[in-house]
């Protein structure tokens, strides 16, 4: 029956949104999708009022329900965490383009064990997902962390219980490094955890983390810093250990190649670069190519455009990691090739 | 005076409110109706590619594009069936006592806390259970259980594996204490329809009040109180929220109580945002909603028929 009420909802709430579109203010754009990047586009909306007089309403309803109502033009534009492939974009008319970056980072509960001082690798983290390892005094953890006191304590994985771009990263990371993961499990917004419990939202991973003796969890970076949760370093590409810091996300941005990707769709997991942090994703923004009202579409690439020339610091404060400006450029070059109403 | 004249006098004010009335009653049954056959031809994409077996198919993997709704369904029976067996015998000594025991001044306030029960939102009791009851298990519950239990033949295996605190008996807990409230309340209210000459005439001949509660009041009401606790099944198999932050969200079958699960209404609530529309995905959540719907009409249908037999 909740069921029935919520869906009964969701489209009373799209039969108003719809009724009221014509009606809507000529300065207020409408978004949906991606609740991972709500935060920074709330707070982007709210310093750019004053001058660029855009008022944004953006419904964090998650990334797939952003692509159903972009494609279905019911908002002005759609936010996704993964990026959608080039086929799909060409079919339902759309550009894509990301905003800002975000890293997901490990939280573990080893009791002695402070933050950022165990060393984990891909490799392993992959096979403590699939059960190959099950203690955290496992050989092969003992290896990679020289004069580190593991207990004998059962290892308890804890994954995102809703569908989520942050699992979509992980999994996606898993899969680049370990074969065995790509194989039997592969990536997804949700997948067929081999074993493990489920909890709701960053939230839910981070308190079931920290009240079983033994958990390891995946959390967003913004979520992990502002929480002060106990994180692990990881190795890069390079060989290097990282700790999650701004400085390692951003060296991860910065190295990777983003000339060579179409449609920005950009692959930021397990990037070269010494100082890199392996687990990262940009969050993308869905535009039509088609719109009934260019200037709406204009608005829309006017916001992100304040965001991208003024929006830095506050993107920096809310810990999520501003893209190169070199990548700014490049959206702003495709806006004025393809998206109609693009700013002059 | 003959009907014939009575609606001869109706004004119009009368046959716009009947029809009026009427339409409202009709609106209910289309809405019904619309819902069941949007949901089934919602999920009629899933059922046909995975066949029949999408009923019994454990495998619940989106990378593959592989659905099956026997986790979900599995864990839906369990946990509800299992709250069941805790909420029933609650439930019947809350009835029992309020209709036999406790004095005239008590029954009013109680039963009223009771009924209050019922009307905290479920997102309270998921917060409850997650904050409160899930680390009182893992710390607790669960090791002593798996102490007591864990090496006992047979039945050993159900209280076995790692004490994360979540799982299906914590659901099933968290279960049984939203539906003792509506169980309570109906037994309560048949408890009271025996009439009192039946229940005096059996303390006259020198009957205890148990003997009374067994060999009268139970048998007079037995359909009635079946259809309350069927209502309550009925509330159990649908509830979402409260189950989906304490059942642990796993999509596999579990061989322990301690064991993660998924409800039908917890998984599609947890996978409903990230479904592209038209996606094989989408169709078999809207498929396991329609089976949810069939399970709690047959199971609602059952304690309606049950509960109006007696006052018919």
Redesign the interface.
């Known amino acids: 029956m909740r069921l029935l009420m919520s869906a009964l909802a969701a489209s009373l709430v799209g039969a108003v949104a719809m009724a009221q579109a014509p009606a809507t203010q000529a300065q207020e754009i409408t978004g949906a999708g991606s609740s991972f990047a709500a935060p920074i586009y709330g707070k982007w909306a709210e310093a750019s009022q004053a001058t660029t007089g855009i008022k944004l309403n953006y419904q964090p309803i998650g990334s797939g329900g952003g692509i159903n109502q972009i494609n279905n033009r019911t908002v002005d534009f759609g936010a996704s965490d993964m990026p959608v492939a080039a086929d799909k974009l060409a079919q339902n008319h759309l550009l894509q383009f990301p905003t800002v970056i975000g890293g997901v980072v490990l939280a573990i509960n080893v009791p002695g064990v402070e933050t950022n001082k165990l060393k984990l690798d891909g490799e392993l983290l992959a096979d403590i997902y699939l059960g190959k390892i099950t203690k955290w005094n496992d050989k092969r953890i003992a290896e990679m962390n020289n004069g580190l006191k593991l207990p004998n304590l059962a290892i308890a994985p804890v994954y995102r219980a809703d569908g989520s771009g942050t699992t979509f990263v992980f999994t996606d990371y898993l899969s680049l490094v370990n074969a065995d993961w790509k194989a039997k499990v592969g990536s997804s917004t949700s997948v067929n955890w081999p074993l493990g419990t489920g909890a709701k939202g960053s939230d839910g991973v981070a308190a079931t983390v920290k009240r079983v003796p033994g958990g390891i969890g995946y959390v967003e970076s913004a979520y992990a810093i502002q929480n002060h949760l106990t994180t692990t370093q990881l190795r890069n590409k390079a060989g290097s250990f990282v700790v999650p810091s701004m400085e390692s996300f951003a060296a991860a941005a910065a190295s990777a190649d983003w000339s060579k990707v179409q449609n920005f769709a950009i692959d930021l997991n397990d990037q070269p670069g010494a100082k890199s942090w392996p687990i990262e994703s940009a969050t993308f923004v869905l535009l039509p190519t088609d719109p009934k009202d260019p200037a709406q579409n204009g608005k829309v690439m006017n916001f992100f455009d304040w965001g991208f020339s003024h929006g830095n610091d506050i993107a920096t404060n809310l810990l999520y990691v501003p893209l190169p400006e070199s990548v700014h450029n490049a959206i702003r070059a495709e806006w004025k090739a393809k998206a109609p109403g693009a700013p002059k | 005076m003959s009907t014939a004249s009575i609606s001869r006098r109706r004004s119009p004010g009368d046959v716009i409110f009947a029809a009026a009335a009427y339409g409202c009653g009709v609106f209910v049954l289309v809405l019904l109706g619309a ?1 069941i056959v949007s ?1 089934f031809v919602g999920g009629l994409p899933a059922l046909s590619h995975f066949g029949p077996a999408f009923l019994w198919h454990t ?6 594009q592989t659905f099956g709704a026997g986790v979900p369904i599995f864990g839906t029976l369990v946990t509800s069936l299992l709250a069941l067996v805790i909420a029933v015998p609650l439930a019947f000594g809350i009835a029992f006592y309020l209709t036999e025991i406790a004095p005239e001044w008590v029954r009013r306030p109680v039963g009223t806390a009771i009924e209050l029960l019922a009307a905290i939102p ?1 997102i309270i009791y998921g917060m409850w259970g ?2 409160v009851i ?2 009182i298990m ?1 710390q607790y519950v669960m090791p002593t259980l798996t102490d007591w239990l864990g090496d006992v033949p047979l039945i050993g295996g159900l209280f076995s594996g ?6 299906l008996l914590t659901a099933a807990l968290i279960l049984a204490v939203m539906v003792i409230p509506f169980i309570a309340a109906t037994m309560r209210d048949v408890f009271l329809t025996v009439p009192p000459v039946y229940k005096e005439s059996a303390y006259g001949v020198g009957c205890t009040t148990w003997e009374v509660m067994r060999s009268i009041v139970i048998p007079y009401t037995r359909v009635s109180v079946v259809g309350g606790i069927m209502l309550g099944l009925g509330r159990a198999l ?4 409260a189950v ?2 304490v059942i ?4 596999r079958i579990a061989t322990s109580l301690f064991d ?1 699960g998924n409800t039908i ?1 917890s998984l ?10 038209g996606s094989l995905k989408l169709s078999s959540l809207l498929a396991l ?1 329609f089976i ?2 069939v399970i ?1 009409f047959i199971v609602l249908a059952v304690s309606r028929f049950l509960l109006r037999a007696r006052s018919a």
Do not use: C, H, K, R
């Open positions: 819902i949901l495998t619940w993997n989106p990378v593959t479920s997650f904050f899930v680390p893992s790692p004490p994360f605190g979540t799982g649908g509830e979402t929220m989906t932050f642990g969200n796993a999509n993660p209404a599609v609530a947890l996978e409903f945002p990230e479904s592209p529309a909603g949810l719907f709690s």
